[in-house]
């Protein structure tokens, strides 16, 4: 998918897209995952088979300047970049957690914290907050 296209459809849409592309890809592969739904015709008999549709996957084009890495900053955290080279190497992705839930052991108070984004960490709290 072009952003290019994204952006002459709807410059908000394309705006978010750079912004929150975690998010965002979700929803545009469930948006394709209907379009290819109401597009394509499974085989009669297929009910008991993996959904073939569940697969799909959309990537991004965009013919946007290029930057260096040596130009990334803390503001391209979680935000669509291009940065033109080989991979020469790639690991599995790491969960980091948005929010932690805590219990109290003796009251079994619940507490959600929220966790900072990027590469930030929280500290828990030594004493029960109920």
Excluded: K, W, Y
Aim: with cysteine; proline share 8%; aromatic share 2%.
């Amino acid at each position: 998918m072009e952003l290019s296209h994204i952006q002459a459809f709807d410059e908000q849409l394309a705006t978010q897209v750079q912004r929150r592309p975690a998010e965002m890809m979700i929803m545009l592969e469930q948006a394709v995952r209907l379009l290819a739904r109401a597009i394509c015709v499974l085989p009669t008999g297929s009910e008991g088979l993996v959904d073939p549709l569940l697969d799909l996957q959309v990537q991004l084009n965009s013919s946007t300047i290029p930057m260096t890495i040596r130009e990334l900053d803390s503001h391209q955290i979680g935000r669509l970049v291009r940065i033109p080279g080989i991979v020469v190497s790639a690991s599995s992705v790491i969960a980091r957690p948005t929010s932690v839930t805590i219990v109290c052991r003796g009251c079994r108070t619940e507490r959600q914290i929220p966790v900072p984004h990027g590469f930030g960490s929280t500290s828990l709290p030594r004493n029960c907050p109920g």
